[in-house]
């Protein structure tokens, strides 16, 4: 809100740090200073004062309210109701929300001010501009809507995913992914799924085929590297009879065959032999394949998933991969994060694979709040794979219950400073206890990013949470 300086009466031969005139003046000056409306009636409710900030908030001039009365004003529609007369009637402060003739909006507060005999002799009405606060409101409840329906599509890609239990996403970074590759699923785009060993890429081109057109036809998986260099072509694409010593007298489909109408994944497709590569590139562009020793092309019709973990776009520049099939290829590209960015996955999998072996073997066990700290420290190089081998690890090695953090076989995984897991070399045990809890409370609140969620997975309540919080943030 711009302003004017107020200027301090100053009389003939009179500095402004001297004598400043009479109160009346002073207080008028004062007055005029303050950003907040003020506006000042007597014991009956007659205007006979209001501020320049007044004028600025309510959109009135001074002239259209001086010397009335708040009655004749609430009447002829200036205000919309009025705070003064409320504030005589009941004889205390009264605060409402008052609409000026102007469309503008203001909180405003009366408080009467009365003689030694009870009658009124002034009534000072405080208002505050809310324009602001009322677009913050409006803003809010477009932010809330927004994100009512950003939960609601992550709830609708939940639901998609129970198909496949293993599929665990509670990571901003796997949830935003998962948005993205659900707007894909539905069409026939070649997907490219990059990503580090382990990261998940398998279970995200399920993902894919199963909320496809194609859902209800073959999903065929191929692991490229596991294949023989030597059986690659006859796997991938048929053979004829006879075509080969060994082969079978009535020939054989190939793998593009067998997932006709439906989806095939090519895991590790980076491995494929230079040669066959351009064979894949044939069934890509024309929809049709040639078995080996055969003549006549065999049409297919397939939607190609391909993953690997390695730099395609440096054995492009390298020669040891087609550029031509890697541009086929990275029609849409999809890059998996790898586990230690997605920290709020890793207890969440963790969980649901212990639970999973609780239900094969008919036991209870869980997992410490400190173990599951030491988990989530944990930069994981073999990602969710890794994982699930120390979940079978410490299922197999911990005893009856709970899984400690010495249960965990995870090399740097143990009780030192920094991690949730403390060690303290002068056994001060109050201070360990101060620090792990510390830990988990930080790392729950990173984790899930309020605190009533935070508290709940710490098994406290959301008032305790918020204390120790505070706290420990005191003591920094």
Not at 47 to 60: H, M
Not at 340 to 357: F, G, K, T, Y
């Amino acid at each position: 809100m711009k302003r004017e300086p107020v200027y301090l009466p100053n009389r003939e031969n009179q500095s402004v740090i001297g004598d400043l005139g009479d109160a009346r003046n002073r207080l008028t000056a004062i007055l005029e200073c303050s950003y907040d409306g003020i506006y000042i009636t007597d014991g009956s409710a007659r205007t006979i004062y209001i501020n320049r900030s007044y004028e600025i908030i309510s959109g009135l001039n001074r002239s259209e309210v001086m010397g009335k009365t708040m009655r004749e004003l609430e009447e002829s529609g200036v205000v919309s109701r009025s705070s003064t007369l409320l504030a005589l009637a009941r004889r205390e402060a009264v605060t409402i929300e008052q609409e000026f003739k102007t469309r503008k909006r203001a909180i405003v507060t009366s408080t009467p001010l009365y003689n030694e005999d009870g009658s009124a002799v002034i009534v000072v009405t405080n208002v505050r501009d809310v324009s602001e606060l009322r677009e913050l409101k409006e803003q809010l409840a477009i932010n809330s809507e927004m994100n009512r329906r950003y939960r609601s599509e992550i709830e609708v890609i939940r639901q998609q995913m129970i198909g496949s239990e293993d599929f665990i996403a509670e990571d901003p970074k796997m949830l935003e992914l998962l948005r993205v590759v659900n707007r894909v699923a539905g069409l026939d785009t070649t997907v490219l799924l990059l990503g580090e060993t382990g990261v998940g890429k398998e279970l995200v081109a399920t993902h894919i085929h199963k909320n496809s057109a194609r859902s209800k036809a073959h999903f065929i998986k191929v692991n490229c590297g596991a294949i023989t260099p030597s059986l690659v072509e006859s796997e991938l694409f048929g053979y004829e009879p006879g075509s080969f010593t060994g082969a079978s007298r009535a020939g054989k489909m190939g793998l593009f065959e067998v997932a006709d109408n439906g989806t095939i994944f090519l895991d590790e497709v980076a491995e494929l032999p230079y040669d066959i590569q351009a064979k894949l590139l044939r069934v890509l562009q024309e929809q049709e394949l040639l078995r080996v020793g055969g003549e006549k092309p065999v049409r297919v019709n397939v939607r190609l998933l391909a993953a690997t973990n390695r730099n395609l776009e440096e054995m492009v520049s390298k020669k040891l991969f087609r550029e031509d099939l890697y541009y086929r290829l990275n029609v849409f590209p999809v890059v998996i994060p790898p586990l230690r960015e997605r920290q709020a996955d890793i207890a969440a999998l963790a969980r649901h694979m212990l639970e999973q072996l609780n239900r094969k073997y008919g036991t209870e066990k869980s997992f410490t709040q400190t173990a599951l700290a030491g988990l989530t420290e944990y930069k994981w190089p073999g990602n969710v794979r890794e994982l699930r081998n120390v979940v079978e690890r410490a299922f197999i090695m911990s005893g009856e219950g709970e899984i400690t953090a010495a249960d965990l076989p995870i090399q740097g995984v143990r009780i030192e400073p920094g991690t949730g897991i403390l060690q303290d070399r002068d056994l001060n045990l109050k201070r360990l206890v101060e620090q792990v809890e510390k830990d988990c409370i930080d790392r729950a609140y990173r984790t899930y990013g309020n605190v009533r969620k935070a508290a709940k997975s710490l098994g406290m309540d959301p008032a305790t949470f918020s204390r120790k919080r505070r706290k420990y943030s005191e003591k920094e």
